[in-house]
C-alpha cells in the first residue's frame, strides 16, 4: 500500500546545530508540503514543492530550507535550530488534482533545547 | 482577521447525540472544503470533503456548505465516544495548499 513516512518520529537537539527531517511518499504524488503545529495555531506551512527542482515558500519559512530531488522525498532542514522551531512537524503529499487532498504522514516531534 | 476560523471549544455532546462542528472562511475565491479529524498525537486524517453548495452526506457524517455566507460544518449524527478528537477545518483555493482552521475539539461522553 502507499504511505508517506516521516523520521525521525521524536527528535531533541541544541540551539545551533543543524536538523534534517525525512518525509518519504510511495503514492507518487507530484505536490509535498512540510507544516509545523503548535498550540493555538493550528497547522502552519513551511514549505511546499509542486515537484522535482521547484520548493517554495509557505508563511513560516525563516530558518527552514528544503529541496526536491525526486518526486518521493521532500526532506526539512533547519539551518541553525532554535528553540521556537520545538514543534511537531508533519509532511504532507498530494496528487494535486483538483478532487484530491493532502495526505499527511506520522508527524516528528522536535525539541531544541 | 484569520483566513479560517474555527471555535476552539472543547464542544462536549453526549454519546448518540448529534454533534455540530461549524467554520467560516475569509477568501470568497475557495473552491473546496475539507474536514480532518485528529486523535490526540496522531496526524490529521481526512474525514470529508465537499465543493458544491449544499449537502454531502457520508455514513454518520454530513458536511454543509453555504458559499455566500463563507461557512462550512459538519454534523456527526449518532456521535460515540471514539468521535472524541480535535476537528480540523480546511479550505483550498485554485492552487494546492490548504488553509487550516486552528481545530475544534470534540468530547463525546457516555
Known amino acids: 500500500d502507499a504511505e508517506i513516512t516521516q523520521s525521525p518520529r521524536h527528535k531533541i537537539t541544541e540551539t545551533g546545530r543543524q536538523v534534517t527531517l525525512a518525509c518519504h511518499q510511495t503514492w507518487n504524488h507530484n505536490n509535498m508540503f512540510w507544516y509545523r503545529q503548535d498550540l493555538g495555531h493550528g497547522l502552519r506551512l513551511i514549505h511546499y514543492s509542486y515537484g522535482v527542482q521547484d520548493t517554495n515558500k509557505g508563511e513560516v519559512s525563516d530558518g527552514y530550507s528544503v529541496s526536491r530531488s525526486n518526486t518521493e522525498d521532500l526532506p526539512l532542514t533547519l539551518e541553525s535550530a532554535a528553540s521556537s522551531q520545538t514543534s511537531v512537524y508533519f509532511c504532507?503529499?498530494?496528487?494535486?488534482?483538483?478532487?484530491?487532498?493532502?495526505?499527511f504522514g506520522p508527524g516528528t516531534r522536535l525539541t531544541v533545547l | 482577521q484569520k483566513e479560517v476560523e474555527q471555535n476552539s471549544g472543547p464542544l462536549s455532546v453526549p454519546e448518540g447525540a448529534i454533534a455540530s462542528l461549524n467554520c467560516t472562511y475569509s477568501?470568497?475565491?475557495?473552491?473546496?472544503f475539507f474536514w480532518y479529524r485528529q486523535y490526540s498525537g496522531k496526524s490529521p486524517e481526512l474525514i470529508m470533503f465537499?465543493?458544491?453548495?449544499g449537502d454531502k452526506e457520508d455514513g454518520r457524517f454530513t458536511a454543509q456548505l453555504n458559499k455566500a455566507s463563507q461557512y462550512v460544518s459538519l454534523l456527526i449524527r449518532d456521535s460515540q465516544p471514539s468521535d472524541s478528537a480535535t476537528y480540523l477545518c480546511?479550505?483550498?483555493?485554485?492552487?494546492?495548499?490548504?488553509?487550516f482552521g486552528t481545530g475544534t475539539r470534540l468530547q463525546v461522553f457516555p
Open positions: 465537499i465543493y458544491s453548495n
Open positions: 477568501d470568497r475565491g475557495s473552491q473546496s
Open positions: 480546511a479550505v483550498k483555493g485554485h492552487t494546492d495548499k490548504l488553509i
Open positions: 504532507a503529499s498530494s496528487s494535486g488534482l483538483a478532487a484530491d487532498t493532502q495526505y
